[in-house]
């Protein structure tokens, strides 16, 4: 019994020697691994050192204290990291590591902004959570140069390598000192940082459950003090690949999207100040957000930014970062993005829009602004919808930069602003009626123009349905004010467009309704109208003009209380009845018709029936011009300017009454 007792402790001795052996030969190789990492750091002229490492087989954890290291750029960023403990770990295969979970503590990161305004900025993390994890057994050799665009290639390259069921950060706080007092410095925290599910550079899921930030900012030389809150910060399905195709030299030529984010969505945000301003937005979602490497060339546009110490760009290298800037927009798709819940506090009033819809795809996209509420000096201003059709940002901004190059723009360029946007279109909108109490409502309006002819639209169309007081201090409204008419509908439908195999122009549809008075519509027909007419050179525009010719014309009235709202101005005006008003107004047409005639007969027909039209109300009128040769579009114009009765004999003019 005693040999077995004395063999049983002589063999748990041995096993822990041997224990304890390993447990040296494990924290060598683990040492060595990790001073193997640092060591990287120093030779690229940077620090590094770190305090001890532990190793326990038996809990298959590993723990490294007193971390530090400070970059050799200038100024560097410091990080000090009080404790690194792993936990579960082991090693699957040769080239690849895993940890049940790794915790840091208390980790703080100083770095400095010089871009601008020097500023130093600090951050602080209390603890740093990783679940599962599994990545590379040995440290990838990190990138010889301090460039921006490798730093953060390098780091979402070793980021697809990696993978982690979760990453937890409670809370991360940091403070911004500006040394100049130009910035007047701030502090920013962040709490409940979670992500879910990381795989093959791929985040399922990233989660905060709210930011915070209070500076104090120079406002024409005092200081305002703007505190934000953000909260429920998510973002769907980050695809670090995606996004590092933008900073791939190999990738330049990549004209495909590449899809960074599903979704990202946060709210509500809260802005306020000191000085009484309160802006809030309930909610934020931005769909499908992708990248296209051939249009988002952020090396150019970092290698443009002014460095530290320059003086101010030239014009020249202004207009460059724009034009640099403007492909940046051709290099983002964004599926759909919504603000909702828009509100603001000011001095002059509160200001509510109820959302802000957009979209972009290759530079262009919709922009559309719901439910304004707003005050102004002279009263309330609201819109239902205002919106941009397919809105071209990258042309607005290359437009701008050469204005801004002190260049005078050409016509071309002028007339290049068509294509910014499609069309703009208002709904449901109320504005003030000049210094009265009243507003003018407006139902829709919508001007959309296309089929551009180089830079300039042959085609465009126009509806506008309002409704407007009348405002009886206008001697042109006295009538309507006297017939006791204190506010009119208006209804537009204004329609033009060229085709090119014919030359054939055409304004149609061209009505207009003025409720409870009249309505009215022409169609107005132009031949042979060259493509040059549409040249931005006035002078080549003008010479082309000389070919047109004018076509049919035709116009239609219908009288729904216009006629009678004329005999009652003429009675007044001249203290008569209205029988006598109406009589007296059709012995003046056709005196005027028997004057005309003579210079063509047609003209007697069109008098008769204009003469229907006044003594019967509600009677609708058809004219009907057709030339009766090549009739000269500008000669048209000069002989209407100066003997409208020679103008007309150059049509065959049909008219006719109807109820």
């Not at 006044?614 to 009907?624: R, S």
Request: proline share 6%; net charge neutral.
């Amino acid at each position: 019994m005693i040999r077995i007792l004395i063999g049983l402790i002589a063999a748990v001795v041995v096993a822990a020697a041997s224990l304890l052996g390993f447990n040296l030969y494990v924290q060598h190789r683990m040492t060595s691994g990790i001073e193997a990492a640092f060591a990287q750091v120093r030779a690229a002229g940077g620090k590094a050192s770190h305090g001890k490492v532990t190793v326990d087989m038996l809990a298959r954890t590993v723990t490294v204290v007193d971390i530090i290291a400070e970059s050799a750029a200038q100024p560097p960023a410091r990080l000090k990291i009080a404790s690194l403990i792993a936990t579960g770990i082991r090693q699957p295969d040769r080239a690849r590591v895993s940890a049940e979970s790794i915790e840091l503590a208390d980790i703080e990161l100083a770095t400095e902004v010089t871009d601008q305004v020097p500023a130093k900025v600090t951050y602080k993390v209390p603890r740093f959570a990783v679940k599962d994890y599994s990545g590379p057994s040995s440290p990838a050799q990190l990138p010889a140069s301090e460039s921006l665009i490798d730093i953060y290639r390098f780091a979402l390259q070793q980021f697809t390598v990696v993978a982690a069921s979760s990453v937890t950060i409670p809370s991360l706080s940091g403070t911004i000192n500006d040394g100049a007092g130009t910035l007047g410095g701030g502090e920013f925290a962040y709490s409940g940082i979670a992500l879910q599910d990381i795989k093959d550079g791929k985040v399922a899921s990233t989660k905060v459950d709210g930011f915070t930030f209070a500076v104090n900012a120079p406002q024409a030389g005092r200081r305002e003090k703007l505190t934000g809150t953000l909260s429920n910060l998510v973002a769907h399905d980050f695809d670090a690949t995606a996004a590092g195709t933008v900073l791939d030299p190999e990738r330049s030529n990549d004209d495909s999207y590449h899809r960074v984010y599903r979704q990202v969505s946060a709210g509500p945000y809260v802005l306020t100040s000191d000085k009484g301003m309160r802006a809030q937005i309930d909610s934020i979602t931005i769909d499908d957000i992708a990248v296209r490497p051939s249009r988002l060339q952020l090396g150019a546009i970092f290698a443009l930014m002014p460095q530290p110490g320059a003086g101010p760009p030239t014009q020249a290298q202004a207009r460059e970062v724009m034009e640099k800037m403007a492909g940046l927009y051709e290099g983002i798709r964004i599926g759909n993005a919504e603000l909702r819940g828009h509100a603001m506090r000011t001095p002059q009033g509160p200001f509510k829009l109820a959302a802000i819809r957009a979209n972009l795809e290759d530079g262009r996209g919709q922009l559309a602004l719901e439910g304004l509420e707003v005050e102004t000096p002279k009263g309330p201003f609201r819109f239902d919808r205002f919106a941009l059709n397919s809105f071209d940002i990258p042309q607005l901004m290359r437009f701008a930069a050469r204005a801004n190059a002190g260049s005078k723009p050409t016509p071309e360029e002028i007339f290049r602003l068509f294509g910014v946007f499609e069309g703009v279109e208002i709904k449901g909108a109320a504005t003030p009626f000049r210094n009265t109490n009243k507003l003018i409502n407006i139902d829709t309006i919508s001007l959309g123009w296309g089929q551009f002819v180089g830079p300039v639209p042959s085609k465009a169309h126009l509806v506008a349905k309002l409704n407007v007081p009348i405002d009886a201090t206008d001697p042109a409204m006295q009538p309507l004010a006297a017939a006791g008419i204190d506010r009119a509908a208006i209804d537009i439908d204004l329609g033009a467009g060229w085709t090119e195999q014919s030359g054939a122009f055409v304004l149609a549809p061209a009505r207009l309704e003025i409720g409870n008075l009249v309505k009215a519509s022409a169609r107005v027909a132009l031949t042979n109208v060259p493509r040059g007419v549409f040249s931005t050179d006035p002078a080549q525009a003008a010479n082309m003009a000389t070919q047109i010719e004018a076509g049919a014309i035709e116009f239609t009235l219908r009288d729904s209380g216009c006629v009678d709202l004329a005999v009652a101005q003429y009675a007044g005006a001249r203290n008569v009845s209205r029988e006598a008003a109406r009589g007296a107004i059709t012995d003046q047409i056709k005196a005027f018709g028997q004057t005309i005639a003579a210079a063509n007969p047609d003209a007697a027909a069109a008098v008769d029936a204009v003469i229907r039209f006044v003594e019967t109300p509600g009677q609708t009128l058809i004219i009907k011009l057709t030339p009766l040769g090549k009739v000269p579009g500008l000669q048209l114009v000069q002989l209407l300017k100066t003997d409208p009765l020679i103008a007309l004999a150059q049509f065959r003019i049909e008219a006719s009454t109807g109820l």
